[in-house]
């Protein structure tokens, strides 16, 4: 008599679904029915999931990393990189209206300098802009300072080959700019040394005396702008002997921390 209360257990899932029993489907003996129990749930609780519109799991991670991609792709075009890119664009225009009529024509000095001018204000908004909207990138990060010394450089480079400069102070502008930023690499392992107040004043003169000899001035204003770069030229020494200082001090305290560190984990 055991095939009848199987046959009834295994009864149409219709039937069960109507009584609801969750302890009948539950009790021991009842195998098939279990089994035949667990089914339906299954099967109701899939379609009641398709026809309610929920969600059957989290997105596969192929296109989470799509979306990932398409969100960094899109933040490279904000504000602050556009005004870098600007300033790239703006060195080889720079150097074509310095050059032009052998270099010595007013008017293309002129829009030589509005270049020049352009460039440096760009310089200030982009670093302004970037760090108080959170619009730092990793181009942003390489592309600023190579425009930085790109412009300043080439300018400093006409001036020098027009010899309205000489050729050391350019060379030790350049150096130092070169320097400090080698310097930095070097010692980026063990912390980043800070922009200084000197150093920000320090940019602000060369752009300032730069500028001045972009523009053919002659008389009081041409003594004016040799006094500026003096200023501009010891500003620039001293704050790359701070940085070399700092720099030293940075790597003395880094490796002091590595070693207290590897003390304390050997104990």
Known sequence: MTGAPASAAGGSPGAKG?????GASGAPGAGGGSGASGTSGASSASGASAASGAPEGPKSPRGGKLGAA????????????ILTMIRLVLVPGFVALMLADGGYDPAMRAWAWAAFAVAMITDIFD?????????????GKIADPIADKAIMGAALVCLSALDDLPWWVTFVILGREFGVTLLRFVVIRYGVIPASRGGKLKTLAQGTAVGMYILPLTGALATLRFWVMAVAVVLT?????????????????GIAERRAAAAEAER
Do not use: K
């Not at 109507?18 to 969750?22: L, V």
């Open 237 to 253: 020494v001293v704050t790359g002997l701070d940085y070399v200082r700092q720099a030293v001090v940075l790597r003395r305290r």
């Open 18 to 22: 109507a009584t609801g029993a969750p």
């Open 127 to 139: 670093g302004h802009l970037a760090r108080a909207y959170n619009l730092v990138t990793d181009f």
């Open 70 to 81: 398409a969100v960094n792709q899109a933040s490279l075009w904000n504000i602050a990189n």
